[in-house]
């Protein structure tokens, strides 16, 4: 069975630039959530999708982050316009049926210049 | 507001040494504590689940135990390849099913 996986797994941008994360699930897991772990913090929930509606968000840092899954399947992390506190590495997961043990992809680390 | 806190920060250890990991937490309700690996460059691989006070999970040289305030995982004569970040994460009662809270993990380093 295929892992989580997420691309790009590095990225560097300019602050003020846009740039998106996608992450794609185990095939046939209908949750899907996002946290990310800013340098000396620890891992921090962002969201969670069940299929393509969100569950919960309230993680989101603020409006300049938006998360979509379309049809279900992966999902982007957008991030419009990107500051330097945005720095940090975004882990997606996904389960099978609520909360049971859920697969971390490898993360994407990004770095905003 | 709720807590997870993991001690030590880092620990070394020699091949062999068995040691123990600290998770406290302070939470309204528990719902579930979890352990999770974390190796350089990888996201955390779960390792276990611990639901009510006095349960015990198993896995090879790892232990994990559950309390009303804190969990522990034990390492028993560990090996090299056990070298990680451990992480320990709860989900509480008053959050959404499926969000967890992290604590900020233990580095341990096994030397042969």
């Known amino acids: 069975e295929a892992g989580v996986t997420q691309f790009p797994s590095h990225s560097v941008i300019e602050k003020g630039q846009t740039v998106t994360l996608r992450c794609d699930p185990i095939s046939g897991h209908d949750n899907l959530y996002w946290y990310r772990r800013v340098m000396g913090k620890e891992i921090k929930f962002l969201l969670h999708?069940?299929?393509?509606?969100?569950?919960?968000e309230s993680g989101m840092p603020n409006n300049r982050f938006l998360a979509e899954r379309t049809g279900g399947t992966y999902s982007t992390l957008k991030v419009q316009p990107a500051e330097l506190e945005d720095s940090g590495v975004y882990f997606c997961?996904?389960?099978?049926?609520?909360?049971?043990?859920?697969?971390f992809g490898s993360g994407t680390r990004l770095t905003v210049v | 507001e709720d807590q997870v806190t993991q001690s030590p920060e880092a620990l070394r250890l020699q091949e062999g040494e068995s040691s123990s990991l600290n998770c406290s937490y302070t939470v309204s309700g528990l719902r579930g504590l979890f352990w999770y690996r974390q190796d350089p460059g990888k996201g955390p691989e779960f390792l276990f689940t611990l639901y009510s006070a006095g349960e015990e999970k198993e896995k090879e040289r790892l232990k994990a135990t559950l309390t009303k305030k804190e969990s522990f995982l034990h390492i028993t004569a560990p090996k090299p390849e056990d070298s990680a970040t451990y992480l320990c994460a709860v989900q509480t009662t008053t959050d959404s099913w499926g969000k967890l809270q992290f604590g900020a993990g233990t580095q341990v380093v096994v030397t042969p």
């Open positions: 999708f069940v299929k393509e509606s969100k569950q919960d």
């Open positions: 997961a996904s389960s099978q049926q609520g909360y049971y043990g859920y697969t």
